[in-house]
């Protein structure tokens, strides 16, 4: 089992910065990949940013792409989010997840079977 646990949500204006943390505990090294999903009001959650925990690749959905930046600390077992030139349509609940098998689709959030309790980011215009 792995527990997850979120922090760094909050109010920013957009064009501001924030940077999301998750602190995985239990048995992270049996982790294969880490991911960042968000969930908007009356929206399907959907992928965000993920990383190898063992190799390191990142992928990133097209929306995020050169704002946001995934990385990871395997030696603190824990996974950023660094949001840069955020906008009012990153609002949403961002949820930290991690998968425990090799066979895995990095932006299904479906195949993710562990989950923190998510973080609260809203970008006001």
């Known amino acids: 089992q792995v527990q997850l646990v979120e922090s760094g949500g909050g109010l920013v204006q957009a064009g501001g910065s924030l940077k999301l943390v998750c602190a995985a505990s239990?048995?992270?090294?049996?982790?294969?990949?880490m991911d960042w999903f968000r969930q908007a009001p009356g929206k399907d959650r959907e992928f965000v940013a993920g990383?190898?925990?063992?190799?390191?690749?990142?992928y990133y959905a097209d929306s995020v792409k050169d704002r946001f930046t995934i990385s990871k600390d395997n030696a603190r077992n824990t996974l950023y989010l660094e949001m840069n030139s955020l906008k009012p349509e990153d609002t949403a609940v961002y949820y930290c997840?991690?998968?425990?098998?090799?066979?895995?689709?990095?932006?299904?959030?479906?195949?993710?079977?562990?989950w923190g309790q998510g973080t609260q980011v809203t970008v006001s215009s």
């Open positions: 990383i190898s925990w063992r190799g390191g690749n990142t």
């Open positions: 239990g048995r992270p090294f049996s982790m294969f990949a």
């Open positions: 997840a991690a998968v425990d098998r090799p066979h895995y689709d990095y932006s299904d959030y479906k195949t993710f079977n562990f």
